[in-house]
């Protein structure tokens, strides 16, 4: 079993800073992607920011330039550093990982539970 588990989250004010962290355990063969995703009541899940085991990220219009990604890959560990925050930010965000279980080359994607953060103005 593979399990993700988020840390970070909290309460903080506009134009503060935050940094989430994702660390993923069980029965890994290797993980390609691990990124973040946000999602507020009413609206669909959206990417925040991916990255590979070799390091090419993919961030969100919307955060580039405030939010940084970066992971320790011996760690199974993702990190979202996240400055200038916005009430606009306000959300659950959820870790995402595609994780290879054996040398076969199946891949299966596992979600975090979420961690909450909240922006205030």
């Known amino acids: 079993q593979v399990q993700l588990v988020e840390s970070g989250g909290g309460l903080v004010q506009a134009g503060g800073s935050l940094r989430l962290s994702c660390a993923a355990s069980g029965s890994i063969f290797s993980i390609n992607r691990m990124g973040w995703y946000r999602q507020v009541p009413g609206k669909e899940r959206e990417l925040v920011a991916t990255i590979t085991s070799g390091g090419s990220t993919n961030v969100a219009d919307s955060v580039k330039g405030r939010f940084t990604i970066s992971r320790d890959n011996a760690k199974n560990t993702v990190y979202l550093q996240m400055s200038s925050l916005k009430p606009e930010d306000t959300a659950v965000y959820y870790c995402?990982?595609?994780?290879?279980?054996?040398?076969?080359?199946?891949?299966?994607?596992?979600w975090g539970q979420g961690t909450q953060v909240t922006v205030s103005s």
């Open positions: 995402n990982a595609i994780i290879q279980l054996s040398q076969t080359p199946n891949e299966f994607q596992y």
